[in-house]
């Protein structure tokens, strides 16, 4: 039975349209073309790192960041801020803590990730990201931890994620129960491909989320 909730973040409770569309106008291309090309990457599955080879050959993306902050150290650059939450993660969250449910924040962020998080007052019982623990997914020490900071059997826990090479399949190695979120470039594509179908659940939002889980409390 699942009594624990864990979330990826990126296309899972944040859109990432707005910090790619800033990434767009920091290399000087028009943003649907880096759209796009992400878009691509994801068809490719290639990781979205390679968007910007394919935009600009040899580009370093740690030195442009630094770059980046000099220039606008104010300014949200690659990060995220509530602005940023798809509508409906506010809402399904509290209905999924109203049922019973623990919810957990745990995904591949850096460190400034953690305080945006925190900074949302989101109902959840915790964050966690990869900066933190040391270790990134699809790793399996990854979704050990997760099972290690719940204190739950891997059967207990439903990892939502929007990739299945990130998210889902290296939950379901692990134990865990999955559920496949269409949302964002990934998690349409990989909705279509055979794997999905080991997914628990393949939903369109977190709404459906509320509806599956709903029918019980815990």
């Not at 767009?24 to 691509?40: H, I, S, W």
């Not at 798809?86 to 990730?113: H, K, S, T």
Request: charged residues 25%.
């Amino acid at each position: 039975m699942v009594r624990t909730l864990v979330f990826d973040v990126g296309e899972t409770l944040i859109d990432e349209t707005r910090i790619w569309s800033r990434w767009a106008d920091r290399l000087g291309v028009p943003r649907f073309t880096m759209l796009g090309v992400l878009g691509g990457m994801a068809a490719l599955g290639q990781s979205f790192e390679e968007a910007f080879q394919l935009l600009r050959p040899g580009f370093d993306v740690e030195a442009e960041q630094e770059a980046w902050k000099r220039d606008d150290p104010d300014g949200l650059r690659v990060n995220f801020d509530a602005d940023d939450l798809y509508p409906d993660v506010r809402p399904c969250l509290a209905a999924l803590r109203d049922l019973g449910y623990e919810l957990v924040i745990a995904g591949n962020q850096p460190p400034q990730a953690y305080d945006a998080l925190a900074a949302m007052d989101l109902p959840v019982d915790a964050i966690h990201t990869s900066d933190g623990w040391g270790v990134a997914k699809p790793a399996p020490a990854f979704f050990a931890r997760v099972v290690e900071v719940t204190g739950r059997e891997p059967g207990d826990i439903l990892y939502v994620g929007d990739r299945l090479d990130n998210d889902v399949l290296p939950a379901r190695a692990a134990g865990m129960r999955t559920a496949l979120i269409r949302r964002g470039p990934w998690g349409y594509l990989h909705a279509l491909r055979p794997e999905a179908a080991g997914a628990d659940h393949v939903v369109d939002g977190l709404d459906d989320l509320v509806s599956v889980l709903g029918v019980t409390k815990v």
